[in-house]
């Protein structure tokens, strides 16, 4: 398709005193632009009818695919503020080909990797009063596409489908700031099997997810830890985010995290940590942790760190952790210094504080 867009701006716009108001605790998720995209596909005509209109309702007959099989996927990425002025987002063609790799397992169409980045920009720049000037805030954009079929039939994947872009400037993932979560073990809930759609970032995942992180909280903790599907030892990710292990310190700190098997998702944040952490003088790796030695490791101090990563949070250090054999602190229980220097690094690239030295950053605006 060509990446031509049909025009139709809001005549509605929401009044700059309005905005700014909203702009000075967005919260995450929960305030959002003036406009978005959509694009349809069907059979017939293949990718059609892209547009920036103003933000609104779908309108949905009730026998509409995606509300009964769930076939849909999503990603999310933020746009950024730079002390210049401009506006950039983080490797989003990272993000426009995991997402074709979503399409692929959930039967549905890929969209050229140009018309998603050219969604994002459009957005992003009719709507850039949106994006936050205060420190750490940042424009978060949930790209995302939903089967749009009528009919209850299941014998085959829909044949028509709606690509949907809309933006929301956030705050803080996690309210207080970056401060060390408690996780806990699920070992009553798997969040995906081999075969699975755990590699995709499907929304049934996450709402498979929710009975499990509501058991975190009963049991005092911030976070779900996805476990294997087989075992219920091997770790794989905490709640919608890839984790990290750190053993040693100083010189000699490297960082391992579970490889992909399929079951865990790839994450963006996690793959450019990977790149990244080496360029800093930190050896990085995937392998295998289990429970028990998550645990020994560090009561002996050879684990001395964990931190969660994703796009929406960035970097999260783990403090405690809990299960139904016990429970122990990671190191002190405070966020330790490769966390903050990995952090630190990875914001300040994505800020335009630090130098891009692997391309990461698209200027949007």
């Known amino acids: 398709m060509s990446n031509q867009f049909d025009i139709r701006l809001s005549e509605h716009r929401r009044p700059a005193e309005e905005r700014e108001r909203l702009l000075e605790n967005p919260g995450f998720g929960k305030v959002f632009t003036d406009h978005m995209i959509t694009i349809e596909w069907t059979e017939e005509e293949g990718w059609h009818d892209a547009r920036l209109q103003p933000y609104g309702p779908l309108s949905l007959?009730?026998?509409?695919?995606?509300?009964?099989?769930?076939?849909?996927?999503?990603?999310?990425?933020?746009?950024?503020?730079?002390?210049?002025?401009?506006?950039?987002?983080?490797?989003?063609?990272?993000?426009?080909?995991?997402?074709?790799?979503?399409?692929?397992?959930?039967?549905?169409?890929?969209?050229?990797?140009?018309?998603?980045?050219?969604?994002?920009?459009?957005?992003?720049?009719?709507?850039?009063?949106?994006?936050?000037?205060?420190?750490?805030?940042s424009l978060y954009l949930r790209p995302f596409m939903i089967a749009t079929q009528r009919g209850l039939g299941v014998n085959s994947p829909s044949s028509s489908f709606m690509f949907i872009v809309i933006a929301s400037p956030s705050g803080a993932y996690?309210?207080?700031?970056?401060?060390?979560?408690?996780?806990?073990?699920?070992?009553?809930?798997?969040?995906?099997?081999?075969?699975?759609?755990?590699?995709?970032?499907?929304?049934?995942?996450?709402?498979?997810?929710?009975?499990?992180q509501a058991q975190a909280v009963r049991e005092g903790c911030d976070q779900v830890v996805w476990l294997d599907a087989k075992e219920h030892r091997w770790v794989e990710e905490m709640g919608g985010m890839n984790l990290f292990f750190v053993y040693g310190s100083g010189s000699d700190a490297r960082i391992v995290t579970p490889a992909l098997t399929g079951t865990l998702l790839p994450g963006i944040t996690r793959d450019s940590l990977l790149q990244l952490a080496p360029d800093l003088g930190i050896p990085a790796s995937e392998g295998r942790i289990s429970t028990d030695e998550w645990r020994e490791a560090s009561a002996s101090g050879e684990l001395t760190e964990v931190f969660a990563c994703g796009t929406a949070a960035v970097i999260t250090p783990v403090g405690r952790v809990k299960g139904s054999s016990g429970e122990w602190l990671v190191g002190s229980g405070e966020p330790g210094p490769v966390t903050t220097r990995l952090r630190e690094e990875l914001v300040g690239i994505q800020y335009g504080e630090r130098p891009d030295s692997f391309g990461w950053i698209h200027k949007t605006g």
Not at 194 to 212: D, I, L, R
């Open 61 to 137: 007959d009730p026998a509409t695919a995606v509300l009964h099989y769930a076939q849909e996927l999503f990603e999310g990425l933020k746009a950024y503020r730079q002390a210049d002025g401009s506006i950039v987002t983080f490797r989003p063609y990272a993000n426009a080909a995991r997402f074709n790799t979503s399409c692929q397992r959930m039967a549905m169409p890929p969209i050229p990797e140009e018309t998603f980045v050219r969604s994002l920009e459009l957005l992003v720049d009719t709507d850039r009063d949106w994006v936050p000037t205060q420190e750490g805030h």
């Open 174 to 212: 996690f309210t207080g700031g970056v401060k060390p979560v408690s996780v806990w073990l699920s070992e009553d809930y798997t969040r995906a099997a081999p075969g699975g759609t755990g590699a995709a970032k499907c929304g049934g995942n996450y709402a498979a997810a929710f009975v499990a």
